[in-house]
């Protein structure tokens, strides 16, 4: 995954971020959730972990999506 974050500091470290390949930028793993995680408890991760998106991924580690902050605020969260 990359990050918006990972985008930032590469765009303030090099002045040719084009240059490179996503595997050189991303970010290895990633905090995952799984499908039937409450909103609440994925927003707590969130805060907890000082990040704005988690991987939805099913028990056998397959991606089935993503979820950012925004998609929270849209359902009245903060």
Known sequence: MITDGDLRRLMEADPDPLAHR????MHPGGVTI???TLATGALRLLETRRITS???AGPD????GMLHVHD????GLF
């Open 54 to 56: 988690l991987i939805v």
């Open 34 to 36: 799984a499908p039937g």
């Open 22 to 25: 996503a595997a050189d930028v």
């Open 72 to 75: 929270l605020w849209g359902v």
């Open 61 to 64: 580690g397959r991606v089935a």
